[in-house]
């Protein structure tokens, strides 16, 4: 028989992930079942999961579909009251399950919750993929409790809470499945990054709630597949972004907003260059004409009903950098 929670790990040529947080994911999930989606991988991750995890239940898409479809294409073959979308490069804790559990149990409103997610090799530290919990700011950059931009705070306990947050990581994504297909799962148009905040805000755009608990807490690697300083990772966080905002921000502020974040993501696009090199410049490039080739579909995919103070900050950038 199912259980209740289903661990759902998407993995892409991550023989060493799996090989590495496997076990501690099974030590301390007796209360779920486990599930590997594999992407068309190229290595020999099937062949280990077989091997050496015979519990784990494997599901194998016919191709490469990124996060956004991976999850899309693997999620339609698990039945379960409630997802948990794991990256495979988490080290989770005794009792990390229960926790978000019982939070769901105690509040029918809450469509999606994230434990806190702290930096698996400065354990100290928040993780920049999630902290305690995501937020937005007017302008649509997101940012976490724990971490605004590149700038992550130690973990004092200043977020020892559960509250409501505007995104859940999709480092370690729970979510009932209900709601999950309610909005037909992420955008696989995404395929990686920030299909997860786009998700998170139209569930908020329908009245559900995203929330954070501290009470759990996992360990996250980060950059497993593609590492901060990739130029196909700026590619899709500027194309994403504005897609997103275009989705879901409220009417009266869509024309200007989206003409402004155009006009910064230039600034950024040079201030990219000097950093690291002339591949980040076009890579926004890139990303605003990915943004233009998508937009009538974009369009087609527009929120009914938009959360009109969706932001939880203003100005952050500017507040951050100068």
Same mark, same amino acid.
């Not at 905040?197 to 755009?205: E, V």
């Not at 076009?282 to 605003?288: L, N, S, T």
């Given at each position: 028989?199912?259980?209740?929670?289903?661990?759902?790990?998407?993995?892409?040529?991550?023989?060493?992930?799996?090989?590495?947080?496997?076990?501690?994911?099974?030590?301390?999930?007796?209360?779920?079942?486990?599930?590997?989606?594999?992407?068309?991988?190229?290595?020999?991750?099937?062949?280990?999961?077989?091997?050496?995890?015979?519990?784990?239940?494997?599901?194998?898409?016919?191709?490469?579909?990124?996060?956004?479809?991976?999850?899309?294409?693997?999620?339609?073959?698990?039945?379960?009251?409630?997802?948990?979308?794991?990256?495979?490069?988490?080290?989770?804790?005794?009792?990390?399950?229960?926790?978000?559990?019982?939070?769901?149990?105690?509040?029918?409103?809450?469509?999606?919750?994230?434990?806190?997610?702290?930096?698996?090799?400065?354990?100290?530290?928040?993780?920049?993929?999630?902290?305690?919990?995501?937020?937005?700011?007017?302008?649509?950059?997101?940012?976490?409790?724990?971490?605004?931009?590149?700038?992550?705070?130690?973990?004092?306990?200043?977020?020892?809470?559960?509250?409501?947050?505007?995104?859940?990581?999709?480092?370690?994504?729970?979510?009932?499945?209900?709601?999950?297909?309610?909005?037909?799962?992420?955008?696989?148009?995404?395929?990686?990054?920030?299909?997860?905040?786009?998700?998170?805000?139209?569930?908020?755009?329908?009245?559900?709630?995203?929330?954070?608990?501290?009470?759990?807490?996992?360990?996250?690697?980060?950059?497993?597949?593609?590492?901060?300083?990739?130029?196909?990772?700026?590619? $899709?966080?500027?194309?994403?972004? @504005?897609?997103?905002?275009?989705?879901?921000?409220? %009417?009266?502020?869509?024309? +200007? /907003? *989206? #003409?402004?974040?155009?006009?910064?993501?230039?600034?950024?696009?040079?201030?990219?260059?000097?950093?690291?090199?002339?591949?980040?410049?076009?890579?926004?490039?890139?990303?605003?004409?990915?943004?233009?080739?998508? $937009?009538?579909?974009?369009?087609? @995919?527009?929120?009914?009903?938009?959360?009109?103070? %969706?932001?939880?900050?203003? +100005? /952050? *950038? #500017?507040?951050?950098?100068?």
């Amino acid at each position: 028989m199912s259980k209740k929670v289903a661990i759902a790990i998407l993995n892409w040529n991550g023989i060493y992930w799996l090989e590495k947080f496997l076990p501690s994911i099974l030590k301390y999930s007796f209360d779920a079942d486990i599930y590997v989606i594999d992407n068309a991988s190229t290595d020999a991750s099937v062949d280990l999961l077989k091997s050496n995890f015979p519990t784990v239940k494997i599901i194998i898409n016919d191709k490469n579909y990124g996060f956004a479809g991976g999850y899309n294409e693997g999620l339609k073959n698990i039945q379960a009251e409630y997802y948990c979308l794991l990256n495979s490069d988490v080290e989770v804790t005794d009792n990390w399950i229960q926790p978000i559990i019982s939070l769901f149990e105690k509040n029918k409103n809450i469509a999606a919750i994230q434990p806190k997610i702290l930096a698996y090799h400065n354990k100290i530290h928040f993780e920049f993929a999630g902290a305690a919990g995501g937020m937005i700011d007017n302008l649509g950059y997101p940012y976490c409790r724990g971490r605004v931009f590149d700038d992550v705070e130690e973990d004092k306990g200043q977020y020892n809470d559960e509250s409501e947050i505007f995104w859940a990581s999709g480092c370690c994504f729970f979510i009932r499945s209900k709601d999950f297909w309610d909005q037909n799962g992420f955008d696989a148009r995404f395929f990686a990054h920030q299909e997860e905040i786009d998700l998170c805000w139209r569930l908020r755009n329908t009245e559900r709630k995203i929330f954070y608990t501290h009470l759990s807490t996992v360990y996250h690697v980060g950059g497993g597949t593609l590492n901060k300083k990739s130029a196909q990772k700026t590619f $899709l966080n500027i194309r994403n972004n @504005l897609s997103m905002m275009l989705k879901n921000l409220p %009417f009266p502020s869509l024309v +200007w /907003l *989206i #003409f402004f974040r155009l006009c910064l993501d230039g600034v950024a696009g040079i201030f990219f260059w000097y950093k690291y090199d002339f591949s980040h410049l076009w890579a926004v490039i890139r990303g605003h004409f990915g943004f233009y080739a998508q $937009l009538p579909g974009t369009w087609k @995919l527009r929120q009914k009903k938009q959360d009109q103070k %969706f932001y939880q900050s203003k +100005w /952050l *950038i #500017f507040k951050h950098f100068l």
